[in-house]
């Protein structure tokens, strides 16, 4: 029987901790959950049958998950779970983290025997409600192998390599979400003030060589709509591509766009606010160019 337990019920950790307090009550096991807001816990217990405990007991879990904003936070709650830690629980870390801090909350935890997994998660709210997430992970391929049955909430699991190449993978990946989704807004952007309808040239883009994700999911549905639907903050989206920018300068690689974009989702979050969805970006474009994406 195993017990996991999950910490951090946001917008991703919510869903994904009801997909193990799932898993929990078909095989036998425990899903035990934390907030740092306890009414977020106590809500998921009588929501989702998981059991909302104090950081105490949730150390005492064989696989600990968590998914926090940053690994700022993550380095607090492991300073508070450390004393009640024990040999043998594998920590999956998928916060979409930093791979410096991988290195030394690894480092930490295999003093108290505990082995540190970043596995951070890619599909969004709607991949995690669904439990269809990517999971990238890095660290101890042997010990992803004895906890992967356990994570309920993925379509998806993806061994990358040594311990913050997980992190280093993902933040990649959101600079490219970034540059695609800045690209198509400056693009739009000019098409409209050429007097274009913006609904048939992306219809035209979608079908086309100049569409990604961004074109064919976001912009439509969330900017040229105004809904803009607050399910991946700006904040973290900023905090992603200045992940990928510090990584291009420890590798001491070249990386120009990945720079300039880190630079703009900073400035975005900056005017817009860190709070507001990732595609609210586009409304600096909009400022810039004096129109509206609709
Ligand atoms: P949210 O802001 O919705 O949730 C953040 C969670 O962290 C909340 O449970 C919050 O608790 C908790 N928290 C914040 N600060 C602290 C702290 N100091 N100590 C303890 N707990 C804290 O974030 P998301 O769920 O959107 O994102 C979580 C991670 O997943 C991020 O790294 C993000 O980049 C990544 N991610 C997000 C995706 C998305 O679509 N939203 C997609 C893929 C990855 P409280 O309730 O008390 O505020």
Known sequence: ???????????????MAAHLARRASAQGGRALVWNRTAARAADHAARHGSEAVDLGAAAQADVLLTCLPTSAEVDEVLAALQPHLRPGTVWVDCTSGHPEAAARQ??????????????????????????????????????LRRVEGEL???????????????????AVNNALLAVNLWAA????????????????????IN???????????LIGQRVLSREFPATFALGLLAKDAGIAAE???????????????????????????????????????????????R
């Open 1 to 15: 029987m195993t017990t996991t337990a999950f910490l951090g019920l946001g917008a991703m950790g919510f869903p």
């Open 106 to 143: 690894r480092a930490l935890l295999a003093e108290v025997g505990v082995t540190f997994l970043d596995a951070p998660v890619s599909g969004g709210t709607n991949g995690a409600q669904a439990g269809t997430l990517t999971v990238m992970v890095g660290g101890d391929e042997a010990a």
């Open 152 to 170: 309920a909430f993925a379509g998806k699991v993806v061994h990358v390599g040594g311990s913050g190449t997980g992190f280093a993978v993902k």
């Open 185 to 204: 807004g400056e693009g739009l952007a000019v098409l409209g003030r050429a007097g274009v309808d913006l609904g048939a040239a992306l219809n035209v």
């Open 207 to 217: 079908a086309s060589s100049g569409r990604s994700n961004a074109s064919e999911n």
């Open 247 to 293: 990584l291009t300068a420890t590798v001491k690689g070249s990386a120009p766009v990945l720079a300039q974009v880190a630079a703009l989702m900073r400035g975005a979050a900056g005017v817009v606010g860190p709070e507001a969805d990732h595609t609210a970006a586009l409304k600096l474009i909009e400022a810039m160019n004096g129109l509206e994406l």
